[in-house]
């Protein structure tokens, strides 16, 4: 038997892109509530008829998007995981996040950057909550914050928050500093506090 994942026709993956990239731009140029499936349609250059095909409506492709977008980063953070010297500081998987990002700009600058679609900012702040709760939780009760007595959620909380925070930022500044360089700036911050 074969147990590989079904391979998705390349068509479907083409509309779906032409549909994401149509509806970063339209996001560029106006308020979310403006954006119609006729406008996004024609950007794409598709039909209202193939839109519907992919997507029951436009809430329902910002889902879909942010489970993409989700599943995207999930799997680099594992080849990340999977790559990295156990020996090591376990964040380099924050530069490749960070690498993501850079590779696209324009799609993290308006989803996660702008105040447009929190569904997307949300989702990514749960994900990284889920990567500092699973440190944290590595670190165990002999941790400097055990023994400081900071409470694990707070730490959580504090931890994902920042993270978010300077993702942010970063995109909605240009990215003025490499993915690598912010990275290692973020584990110097973290390591004195």
Known sequence: MDNRIPRIDPRILRTRQLLKDAFVELLQE????????NRMAERATINRVT?????????????????????????????????????????PMLVKLLEHFAEHPKFYKVVLAS?????????????????????????????????????????IWYGSSALIGTIVAWLRKDMPYTPHFL???????????
């Open 30 to 37: 106006m308020d979310i509530e403006k954006i119609s499936v």
């Open 183 to 193: 990275a290692k700036q973020f584990i110097l911050m973290r390591s004195l506090s």
């Open 51 to 91: 839109f519907y095909l992919h997507y029951r409506d436009i809430p329902d492709m910002l889902e879909k998007m942010a489970d993409e977008m989700i599943e995207d980063v999930n799997r680099i953070l594992n080849n990340a995981s999977a790559c990295q010297d156990s020996t090591k500081e376990d964040w």
């Open 115 to 155: 105040r447009r679609t929190p569904i997307f900012t949300e989702r990514m702040l749960r994900l990284l909550t889920e990567l500092i709760t699973a440190r944290i939780e590595k670190m165990g009760d002999e941790s400097i914050l055990a023994k400081a007595g900071i409470q694990k959620d707070i730490a």
